[in-house]
């Protein structure tokens, strides 16, 4: 197999198959949860979510204080500065009256322009809204993604954007695509390439510039 960027996906979607994600019963409510994750992990963010469900819709957050949505959301860590980002993003999505196919109607470049000039919204934060609540095509550079095409052996700009674009201009024009494919990064991360790698049965394994050895023994 080569260290092509589909060929990866490829590998990884026979090995791990479909993820299934965003995990959210709702598109609003996985747009949140990208607000949430921010500088902590999912179980957080899952806990964080049952306290909001009750008043988990735009008009019923909107309308709560910042600090009783920080109460709320406190699980998730960092809850008085993500409670404000929040509002900022809500103050935002009532322009297009919370109406998520409205502002599918927006272009990728404008849709994620927009995004970015929200406050507290980052470049990994809008382009997860993009590909899992927007359905636009665009790769999501995380974590994950750095340190597994860094182990492969794939020369990837430190750039946010240098990296995402380098990607994709390997892979088609297809929303679901960039959605499994950053889910089933994930996954990978999780399971194998972790801080300390588990190489056995890794579906990469053979392209990877970086076994370690005391893992396949």
């Avoid at 020369?155 to 929303?175: G, H, I, K």
């Amino acid at each position: 197999m080569s260290k092509g960027f589909l060929q990866i996906f490829e590998k990884l979607y026979a090995y791990y198959g479909p993820q299934y994600w965003w995990p959210a019963d709702t598109v609003f409510e996985m747009l949140i949860g990208a607000i949430l994750v921010q500088n902590t992990n999912w179980n957080n963010v899952e806990k964080a979510l049952i306290r909001l469900r009750p008043v988990l819709h735009p008009e019923k957050i909107a309308s709560l204080k910042t600090d009783e949505l920080a109460a709320l959301i406190r699980p998730s860590g960092y809850y008085n500065v993500k409670a404000k980002r929040i509002k900022a993003f809500l103050a935002w999505f009532k322009k297009y009256d919370y109406n998520i196919d409205k502002i599918k109607q927006l272009s990728l470049v404008d849709l994620r322009k927009q995004l970015l000039n929200i406050r507290g919204v980052g470049k990994e934060t809008a382009d997860c809204m993009l590909v899992y609540a927007f359905e636009k095509p665009i790769f999501i550079v995380d974590t994950y993604a750095r340190r597994l095409f860094k182990r492969i052996g794939l020369q990837m700009p430190d750039d946010y954007d240098d990296f995402r674009t380098q990607v994709e201009a390997s892979l088609p024009d297809n929303p679901k695509l960039y959605n499994e494919y950053h889910a089933l990064i994930v996954e990978h991360g999780k399971v194998h390439c972790k801080r300390k790698p588990i190489c056995y049965e890794c579906p990469l394994f053979h392209v990877c510039d970086q076994q370690i050895e005391d893992n396949i023994t």
